[in-house]
């Protein structure tokens, strides 16, 4: 081959500096294209949350920071018999929730509405059906409202181990057929104004009934299997016959 003139010299490397030019131009961009895709899939998922659909109780975290809690929204976490039974707390509040058997015979079984995570406590040798009650964890103190639309029928008081520890009211709901009610235990007095009275109506997620009592120093408390507290709520059992003794 005859030596190349400095013309043609100068013709290669400049022919070579241009193809470098183009593998170092490629290189780059393929080395930003995975960095461009990982940012905007980041931000993507940022705007939607990740994608879940599980809903804001999918796994419900208690707030210490709204005092007692304000009054429920219109959220409906059981069913039973044409009844529907709304959140009786400030959602930001729950800690957990679980459903349970109660040891009476007239005990009527609860449907799980979907609104919530419902965990199901163990039977332990009770009668009633496995989602007759339903426990309601909330710090003590938080507002207790109406879970439905009815009427008083017996406030009566809540005796453990021979000790009275607060409350419990029966609501017939006016949806209910069948002498169906409504007990709602583990109360303490509102924080302002009397104990609901028998007669009185009251409506879902509006009327306050009391407050959670604290029963952290009276028994364990099944609940607190799924809380990082002692378990502390208000508990909602359905059952069908005649109200319980009035005060």
């Given amino acids: 081959m005859p030596p190349l003139t400095r013309e043609q010299l100068d013709a290669r490397r400049n022919a070579r500096r241009r193809r470098g030019l183009r593998r170092d131009r490629r290189a780059i961009v393929s080395a930003a294209i995975p960095v461009i895709i990982v940012g905007v899939l980041a931000l993507v998922l940022g705007i939607t949350g990740g994608g879940d659909d599980a809903t804001p109780l999918a796994s419900p975290v208690a707030s210490p920071e709204i005092g007692p809690g304000a009054r429920p929204p219109e959220l ?18 729950v800690t957990a929730a679980a459903f349970h058997a109660i040891d009476d015979p007239s005990a009527v079984a609860m449907e799980d509405a979907g609104a919530m995570r419902i965990h199901q406590l163990p039977r332990r040798d009770r009668v ?15 507002r207790v409202y109406s879970p439905v639309d009815g009427v008083v029928e017996a406030v009566s008081d809540y005796t453990v181990f021979g000790r009275i520890e607060g409350y419990e009211i029966t609501i017939r709901p006016s949806t209910a ?50 809380t ?18 009035i005060l």
Avoid: C
């Avoid at 990082?228 to 319980?244: P, Y």
């Fill in 76 to 93: 409906v976490v059981a069913r039973a018999e044409g009844v529907q039974i709304h959140i009786p707390v400030d959602p930001r509040r």
């Fill in 128 to 142: 009633g059906p496995d989602t007759a009650g339903l426990s309601v964890g909330a710090p003590a103190g938080t």
């Fill in 177 to 226: 057929a069948g002498g169906l009610m409504l007990r709602i235990s583990h109360l303490d007095d509102p924080a302002s104004g009397p104990r609901p009275s028998v007669g009185s109506p009251v409506r879902a997620g509006e009327t306050e009934i009391g407050r959670v009592r604290d029963f952290s120093e009276v028994a364990g408390q099944e609940l607190s299997e799924f």
């Fill in 228 to 245: 990082a507290d002692e378990g502390n709520h208000v508990d909602l059992e359905l059952v069908r016959g005649e109200a319980a003794q």
